[in-house]
Antibody, heavy 118, light 108 residues
């Protein structure tokens, strides 16, 4: 069974870049069956898909965030990463990584709260 | 963009009740719809995919139906563990995945 774990700073200053890594265990990130995605949830609000990546490096992003988002993959470490630039308070959220099978998210990390504040 | 709506936004029910949540898409998404359950402080859990396929390990009291623009999630007999928030998600294309705003099921 896949397990995913997010890691990274819990506090980011406005205008800086948010960086998170998701470590996958219990399976290979190079599996041809999966994409790997990032989803976020502002406190008390709903879910927003950020973007996804295939092990080959192919990516697709939420158009509303595309100009600020970069998702990358490191198959040697079984990890994929998120960078979100020029953050504001509106980017404060719990960030989840998840495995994506046929575009649904079947395994999720526990989530990590990232607060944007000076 | 495909917009998703859910109704009701909050639902009060009792253990044993039959519960139905509706999700509507602003344009046809065929059967490309999933349902998730989320409890406070926890990650969402996939319940249903392709509108009506039950994810492995999910109790059979959960069922999904619909196609096109209107979908429903039904819990046949609400259990104490089912009090949570439920989200639908459309995945009509790789370039745009969107979630509904959620339906909170609480204790009547």
């Amino acid at each position: 069974q896949l397990q995913l774990q997010e890691s990274g700073p819990g506090l980011v200053k406005p205008s800086e870049t948010l960086s998170l890594t998701c470590t996958v265990s219990g399976g290979s990130i190079s599996s041809s069956s999966y994409y790997w995605g990032w989803i976020r949830q502002p406190p008390g609000k709903g879910l927003e898909w950020i973007g996804s990546i295939y092990y080959s490096g192919s990516t697709y992003y939420n158009p509303s965030l595309k100009s600020r988002v970069t998702i990358s993959v490191d198959t040697s470490k079984n990890q994929f990463s998120l960078k979100l630039s020029s953050v504001t308070a509106a980017d404060t959220a719990v960030y989840y990584c998840a495995s994506q099978w046929e575009l649904t998210f079947d395994y999720w990390g526990q989530g990590t709260l990232v607060t944007v504040s000076s | 963009d495909i917009q998703m709506t859910q109704s009701p936004s909050t639902l009060s029910a009792s253990v044993g009740d039959r519960v139905t949540i509706t999700c509507r898409a602003s344009q046809s998404i065929s059967s490309w719809l999933a349902w998730y359950q989320q409890k406070p402080g926890k990650a969402p859990k996939l319940l249903i995919y392709k509108a009506s396929s039950l994810e492995s390990g999910v109790p059979s009291r959960f069922s999904g139906s619909g196609s096109g623009t209107e979908f429903t999630l039904t819990i046949s007999s609400l259990q104490p563990d089912d009090f949570a928030t439920y989200y639908c998600q459309q995945y009509n294309s790789y370039s745009r995945i969107t979630f509904g705003p959620g339906t909170k099921v609480d204790i009547k």
